[in-house]
Structure formats: C-alpha cells, structure tokens
C-alpha cells in the first residue's frame, strides 16, 4: 500500500510561483512510477507532469517550459516547481502512482492507471 501526501499549495498573483510536494510511504520511489494531476472545478482530472525516470520528464503542453517535476530522494518526494502561474493553472493539485502497471510514461496521462492518489492540494491564482 503506498500512501502519498501532498504539500505546498496556496493562493498566489499571477506571475507568482509556488512548489508543491508529494511525500510517499509504503514504497520506494524507484519501485512506483508517480505523477502530478489537478482538476479544476467543472472540468475533467488532468495529468500535469509525470517523473518516468532520471532524465525522463514530461508534461502536459499547457505547462512547458513553467513547471518543473523533480524528485528528491534523499527525502523521498516528488516535487513541483510551478513558476509564471496564471489563473488557469488554480485547481486542486494530486499525486498520483502506482505499482502495477504500463510502463513508467507510457499512459500517463489516463488517471485510471494510478492505483494511488493523495488528498490534494489547493492552488489559487489570482488575476
């Protein structure tokens, strides 16, 4: 069983930054593959950013080249740098992983692959 908890959210102007945390339990990150989703309200579940391996980081197109995932294992967390945020970016921000499944990457957009999720996080940009 993995447990993940998310940390770091908050309400910010636009053109502010915020980093966001995710801290995992009960499996090793190298065993899991993980990702960050948010979901806005009205509107579907969305992947932002996956971690599929050392080298290997992808994002969805809205955020390139302003959120950078990365993972710390020294403290066994994946983290979200978010940087120029705009209003369109506020919604509530998950991790999400999971074990069992394709390979790390491949799919990571489709949320029904994540066995795991944390509780979220609120990010709020304000105009």
């Known amino acids: 069983q993995v447990q993940l908890v998310e940390s770091g959210g908050g309400s910010v102007p636009a053109g502010g930054s915020l980093t966001l945390s995710c801290e995992a339990s009960g499996h090793t990150y190298s065993s899991i593959c993980i990702a960050w989703f948010r979901q806005a309200p009205g509107k579907e579940r969305e992947g932002v950013a996956v971690?599929?391996?050392?080298?290997?980081?992808r994002y969805t197109d809205s955020v390139k080249g302003r959120f950078t995932i990365s993972k710390d294992h020294a403290k066994n967390t994946l983290n979200l740098q978010m940087n120029r945020l705009a209003p369109a970016d506020s919604a509530v921000y998950y991790c999400a992983a999971y074990a069992v499944g394709p390979r790390c990457g491949v799919l990571w957009q489709d949320s029904r692959v994540y066995e795991y999720w944390g509780q979220g996080t609120q990010v709020t940009v304000s105009s």
């Open positions: 971690f599929a391996s050392e080298g290997d980081t």
